[in-house]
């Protein structure tokens, strides 16, 4: 059998562990770099022959770019080379790796600093070159989040899954965020840093790589919920311990202390039926067909010291909101900015029913049935419908994929990716309610992740790759021309 699929529990051999990990990441470096190069070659490509075909929309590209930042060089030929990467939001971005935050320009508080101070630092090297800086601060994000994906699950369950799971992850449509002048990658790199420490009971980084997530992200605040998820109900192993009892990172734990088999957590029918009992309250002791009881439901494991860590999260939120009160002269810039992109607070069901109305009541108002309010300039009626239907589908398909993983992954990522599509439906905004809910679900790994197993179930992986592709490659014309951003 390949050291890649090597269950855990037989991995620690005398003499041989070393050599069996760097076998392992080998794997999962080259398996993300095939997956990520392929994506990128289709994004790419097709930015390049919208730009060849249409010309850089100098109109739209002048009214969201008013200081030409992805055009870093004047050049066009050179520019374009870019420009796939660099778009939309990505202006703001290189605007506060640029100049930092002002308040003579409140609305860039609303983009929070980790990534372009990186930007920034990145960019001294390289001559001040912010667009490169971006980049490359995105693709080396993008990469380090593919590989530890791809480790996790191959603990998990196998190297095959893993490679499925990396491929789904990099191919899905709004993957195009990976490569841009974006925080995603960034983001999903932290995010799952944070919870894959947790499992393994290291709260101190999984803390600290929270607090950096939280200054990365305004969601990043609340990776607090997934981290007590994990921390009162979840199953986890110590450095020592994981191998030799065959710890896996996906195992629950309800009520029972026998670990999980390795390599077990998912797959085959009988694993799957004993994950998901246990996600239910079962325990694998109690026996087939015990219903759940009250204690069931109660957190498996008591407070101790080292919960305290969680609370570094916050702190991320409360660093940039107290930078914000010193260079701007408001420590609340963040949320007063949400009003300069005409977001509001509601409820997430608030937020999918008016993403409901905005594709109903455009339909209405074409079959003359009642009058819905004028399309902001430039935008036509036939693209912002389907612009809307799109987005709906979108969190229609989030939702559902989410409801098949709840029995398939661990309660905190279960937990993640709820508070990850929760948080953006409850900031609808007002012209366009489902507003980047695509880009904001590329932030949710655990959605990557339970796709991907679907994937790797049945082969279907073989037709779902080109479709993929082919929807990135759509993905990639609607950001790169300037036409709405995905």
């Known amino acids: 059998m390949p050291p890649s699929t090597v269950p855990a529990a037989g991995r620690a051999l005398p003499g041989g562990l070393s050599d069996a990990l760097g076998r392992e990441w080998s ?7 095939r997956a990520f190069a392929l994506s990128r070659a289709v994004v790419w490509i ?33 520019d374009a080379l870019v420009a796939p990467g660099c778009r939309w939001d990505s202006t703001w971005y290189l605007d506060v790796a640029r100049g930092g935050y002002r308040s003579a320009v409140p609305a860039r508080s609303a983009f929070f600093p980790l990534y372009p101070l990186l930007v920034s630092i990145v960019s001294t090297p390289l001559g001040g070159a912010l667009v490169p800086a971006g980049l490359l601060v995105s693709w080396s994000a993008a990469l380090g989040f593919l590989t530890l994906l791809h480790r996790v699950v191959a603990r998990a369950r196998d190297a095959a899954t893993a490679t499925t799971v990396v491929r789904v992850a990099a191919y899905v449509p709004p993957a195009i965020f990976l490569s841009a002048v974006y925080t995603e990658a960034l983001f999903l790199l932290l995010s ?4 894959v420490a947790a499992r393994r009971d290291r709260w101190a980084l999984a803390g600290v790589l929270g607090l950096v997530a939280a200054s990365c992200r305004s969601i990043g605040v609340l990776l607090v919920v997934p981290l007590a998820v994990e921390y009162l109900w979840g199953r986890r192993g110590g450095p020592q311990t ?28 009988g694993a799957v039926a004993a994950t998901a009992m246990e996600g239910r309250g079962w325990s694998p002791a109690a026996g087939v067909g015990t219903l759940p009881g009250a204690r069931a439901w109660l957190p498996r494991r008591g407070l101790r010291p080292d919960v305290l860590w969680i609370a570094l999260v916050p702190l991320g939120v409360a660093l940039y909101a107290a930078y914000l009160g010193v260079a701007t002269g ?44 004028p ?23 989030a939702i559902t994929v989410l409801w098949w993983a709840r029995r398939r992954l661990p309660a905190s ?18 012209q366009q309610p489902l507003m980047s809910l695509p880009r904001f679900t590329m932030a949710c790994f655990p959605l990557v992740v339970a796709l991907g197993l679907w994937a790797h179930r049945g082969r279907r992986m073989r037709w779902m790759a080109p479709l993929l592709l082919t929807l990135q490659a759509g993905w990639a014309v609607i950001f790169v021309a300037w036409i709405w951003a995905p």
Do not use: N
């Open 413 to 430: 990522w279960v937990a993640w990716g709820v508070v990850s599509l929760a948080y953006p439906l409850s900031v609808p905004s007002v």
């Open 242 to 269: 994981r191998a030799s009892e065959g710890w896996s990172p996906w195992a629950r734990l309800a009520g029972g202390r026998r670990p999980a088999p390795a390599g077990r957590s998912f797959g085959r029918r």
């Open 330 to 373: 408001d420590p609340m810039g963040a949320v007063a900015a949400q009003g300069d992109w005409e977001r509001r607070f509601l409820t997430p069901v608030g937020g999918l029913l008016e993403g409901a109305w905005a594709v109903l009541g455009r339909l209405g108002d074409y079959a003359g049935l009642w009058h819905v309010a």
């Open 46 to 78: 097709t930015g390049l022959v919208v730009i060849a075909a249409f010309g850089w929309a100098d109109s739209r590209g002048a009214r969201l770019d008013p200081l030409w930042a992805c055009r870093p060089t004047g050049t066009p030929g050179i």
């Open 375 to 397: 399309l902001i300039p430039d935008q036509m009626p036939s693209v912002t419908l389907a612009r809307d239907v799109v987005l709906l589908a979108f969190v229609v398909a």
């Open 27 to 33: 794997v999962a470096v080259r398996e993300s770099v």
């Open 192 to 195: 799952l840093g944070a919870l």
